[in-house]
């Protein structure tokens, strides 16, 4: 029987980082996951075809730090990538750091109302992201820690952070946290396709449309990193190959296809695992990267109390994303875009009221008929050109199941989606993946394929997340630890979620 310090559940980004932190720290840990290949959905893809994740906007420079990652690294240093708005008038919007443009490099008459708002949506997510950065304020056992002291002065900083924005910033802060994006948006931008670009950003891997509330927290949460997207050198896998190196130089063992059947206990502490091919694996701490529920499964009821099993199969995660990979016959350029700009963030999102409006069937278990797109142009390994695209409002719990037919319709429907914009799309394509919610689900073990683990709501947020009692990473018996993106403060290619709860663990430490 082997003995570890710690061993963590899930070999994606987030049990990686907090794996590999643990290591850097002095402990032994073993990192299990079911999977041939570590990353998660950051890695995750079909008969070599685009991964899951396709770029990043939020990965924590602070996470990385902690294992030995420093951001300028190579495969972390490419350039910033534009956002372009498709417009079926051929007049496509670029949106880059210093503004908005026409596709023809004319500015365009919103650029400065939308730079001051994403300005100032960037300096709330600064504020907030000193809160994502630790664990959930409050409670009796934070009060109680040896970390009371740091936690006070972190929550001062931010006091300080609020007070500096002056009263009219402050007010204003508070009044539009909590607030539905639509309302926000149209306050300050026409209703139009440079509106619909952040409508969309505030609804990425949600079951919410623009008016449901607490969406300008999913922009702001968005631009918790100063809003700049890139992709890695080498793409998504490039990425996570560099955090399974950062974690082997850290003494850890990686356990790939490997799937734990059981977390053991020993009066009421954590003891060990036991793997489906019926190995024991023992340590005095374990952080599961899965979701609570599934992590409560492998625990069995009986260590938990009855309130909390029900909060736990409770929590809304309800995903409504789907992937479907295109690919091309060439690498010849898109319909109607230059080279350069097919390159780009491609975003079909016309207006405010088009994503709200592609939200409606959602919501009764319906695929949306004209979805909000986003999509990269790429090569994979092997050469081929594909277009890489994530198709918002294709719910988990579609009407009558993810049948062939179903995802056939869905594919049909992105290549229509896109050629409104991109006429003639469809002849360049030679070939069709489609990625349902259900399918992540068996994959990934993420719940409804949901990117969160659980549904970024005004209820499942810092100390409600991922529910009451459960926030500051520790579940139920000694030595149990959640990491995944269930827990604050999210998901996302973040990695903050793992950092977290490996410093908590280590905090209850003797």
């Known amino acids: ?211 449901s509330p607490g969406t300008v927290f999913n922009l702001i949460y968005r631009l918790g990193h100063g809003g700049t997207i890139t992709q890695p050198a080498g793409g998504m896998c490039a990425l996570t190959d560099l955090m399974v190196e950062a974690a082997q130089k850290a003494g850890c063992l990686l356990m790939p296809d490997t799937e734990v059947s059981r977390i053991l206990l020993d009066n009421d502490a954590v003891s060990g695992v036991e793997t489906t091919d019926g190995r024991t694996i023992a340590a005095p701490n374990v952080l599961s990267s899965l979701a609570p529920k599934l992590t409560s499964r492998m625990t069995g009821p009986s260590a938990f109390d009855i309130e909390t099993m029900r909060r736990v199969r409770n929590i809304r995660a309800r995903g409504t994303t789907a992937k479907v990979n295109l690919r091309l016959k060439d690498s010849s350029a898109l319909p109607s875009l230059s080279d350069e700009l097919a390159h780009e963030r491609l975003i079909y999102a016309p207006s405010v009221e088009y994503v709200e409006a592609a939200f409606n069937p959602a919501k009764y278990g319906q695929m949306s008929k004209a979805p909000v797109i986003e999509a990269f142009k790429m090569q994979t390994a092997d050469g081929a050109s594909w277009l890489s695209t994530i198709v918002q409002y294709a719910p988990s719990d579609l009407e009558g199941g993810w049948t062939e037919t179903a995802k056939e319709q869905l594919a049909e429907i992105a290549v229509e989606t896109l050629s409104r914009a991109l006429p003639g799309l469809g002849d360049q394509i030679a070939g069709k993946q489609v990625i349902t919610p259900d399918k992540i689900e068996s994959a990934t073990g993420a719940p409804g394929g949901h990117w969160h683990h659980a549904e970024m709501s005004l209820d499942q947020l810092l100390t409600l997340r991922p529910t009451n009692g459960m926030s500051r990473y520790s579940m139920g018996p000694k030595g149990l630890f959640q990491c995944g993106a269930a827990t604050h403060p999210g998901g996302d290619v973040m990695g903050l979620a793992g950092r977290n709860a490996a410093l908590a663990a280590l905090e209850a430490q003797p």
Request: aromatic share 6%; glycine share 14%; with cysteine.
């Open 1 to 211: 029987m082997s003995q570890f310090d710690a061993i963590v559940i899930g070999g994606g980004v987030n049990g990686l980082i907090a794996g590999t932190l643990l290591g850097r720290r002095g402990k032994n840990v073993c990192i299990i996951e079911k999977s041939d290949r570590f990353g998660g959905m950051a890695s995750y893809s079909v008969d070599g075809g685009p991964t899951l994740a396709h770029s990043l906007y939020n990965l924590s420079p602070r996470a990385l730090g902690d294992i030995g990652i420093g951001i300028q690294h190579p495969v972390l240093s490419s350039k910033p990538v534009s956002t372009v708005s498709l417009s079926e008038d051929g007049r496509h919007i670029v949106f880059k750091n210093d503004g908005v443009y026409w596709s023809d490099g004319t500015k365009h008459r919103e650029s400065d109302a939308w730079s001051d708002l994403t300005r100032q949506l960037i300096t709330y997510g600064d504020l907030l992201r000193q809160l994502a950065e630790a664990p959930p304020p409050g409670g009796q056992k934070a009060i109680l820690s040896r970390g009371a002291l740091k936690e006070f002065l972190r929550l001062a900083k931010l006091g300080i952070g609020l007070k500096k924005l002056g009263k009219s910033e402050m007010r204003r802060f508070l009044q539009v946290v909590l607030s539905n994006v639509h309302d926000i948006i149209l306050d300050d931008l026409s209703e139009g396709p440079v509106a619909g670009m952040l409508a969309a950003d505030a609804i990425w891997g949600t079951a919410t449309g623009p008016r």
